[in-house]
DNA sequence: AATTATCATAATGTATACAATAAGGTCAAC
DNA sequence: GTTGACCTTATTGTATACATTATGATAATT
């Protein structure tokens, strides 16, 4: 695997701690290669916004706020809600019918989950993030699709805990429908607040897990 | 000057045309640096998007089509607007007062500029951005910062002639206006709008230099 | 003449050595 | 005991040599 990905992963994993520092050697003999690769990872992960500086030497994992979370989710609503009326207005009928494939086999995932068991999560957050990009690849806008796919990082680290509840996956998945039907029909302004709502109804419950103390390790995936 | 500023900026004043090939090598004698600080700006300039890989080998410039051009002023509606509104719910009186004064020094600016004068050309420009640049900051959203400041790279290449149209300037003069009433009343969903009229007229102007062929020497800055 | 395979070349990918510099600790002076 | 200067050391910044690979040209074969 390439130091990016490598790295990404492991601060979405949480095998990199946020605050943990990150040196070039280090990660260098981690990885079995040499410092150039690793600086050219740190610079992307850098622009992610994954890593910051850290006393003008090296960098550390990035802590997140509360309020941080709070903005990145509703910038991610406007982006997405945008795509999700672009595409009301500009889906071709091919594009409409594999997003209905897309969210069919995201009901299948749902109720082929077992929750203990990693890999059938893990296919119903592949899928769920496979019927998003069917919406956006249908907006024919490039750029959306970068700005996107930026601010959708960082939800990852937090929502980890969120496949694990049946109860939130199937009311997303009927918020799907409703996404569907309004694209379906070319309703932009139903399909962007529907998009909206989705997007706030995951802020809300990833930002009530982290306040509630009890459930502290849910905070992050332990794989 | 860093070469990643320098490659940019001489992207954005046309000095790099579109389509044109920059290998790495060239671009370390040109600078008289060696390779390694090249590959950084090189690989900056690409999540930037003002460049793209061609070939598997190497960069070129980025072309824009007018249906990208179009695109990415949408976005940075979409994203100033949310910036605009966001300010007005969360400005703080100082802040309000230093948008005041961004905009007078506009006015100033506006009423100095010579058609002809490069210098003051340049400085409507520079004190036009620090205008909106008070505004983001008023959002205290730092992610929303990272995007819009992203989204208007782009639109710098092409609106250069803008500068010179003392009309236009006196009408976002007006606009700028409107929008800071609205940010001083805590109205924010009238400076949304408001910022987002401002614009998608910015991007009509653009768009419609760019379909007059009569003018085509203005699509880019000659300087 | 067209097509394909081979090879030379130019460009990027990677490793590594050396330079520059900031952080932190030690020692001395007050 | 506290403060400040200096020095050590860890870490990044830069240059360069070498490895790898894709491209385009050339030549051979049909």
Known sequence: MNPYEFIKDAI????????????????????KVSRTPIREAI???????????????????????LEDIRQIYNLRALLESFGASEAALYRTSEELERMYNKNAAYEIAISKLKRSDILTIRN?????????????????????????????????????FYWYSERMLLRSLEVHKTI????????????????????????????????????????????
Chains 1, 2 share one sequence.
């Open 180 to 223: 569907l039907k309004a694209i379906e029909n070319q309703e932009p302004e139903r399909a962007k607040i529907a998009m909206q709502e989705h997007i706030y109804q995951g802020r809300d419950d990833v930002l009530q897990q982290l306040n509630t103390p009890g459930i502290e390790v849910l905070k992050r995936d332990t794989q």
């Open 12 to 31: 979405i994993l949480g095998d990199f701690s946020p605050g943990e520092r990150l040196t070039e050697e280090a990660l260098a003999s981690t990885l």
């Open 124 to 160: 119903v957050q592949q899928v769920n993030q496979e019927f998003h990009e069917e919406i956006f690849k249908a907006t024919k806008n490039e750029h959306l699709r970068t700005h996107i796919s930026k601010v959708v990082v960082v939800p990852l680290i937090f929502r980890s």
């Open 43 to 65: 610079k992307q992960l850098e622009t992610d916004g994954l890593i910051t500086p850290y006393k003008r030497r090296g960098y550390i994992v990035r802590e997140f706020s």
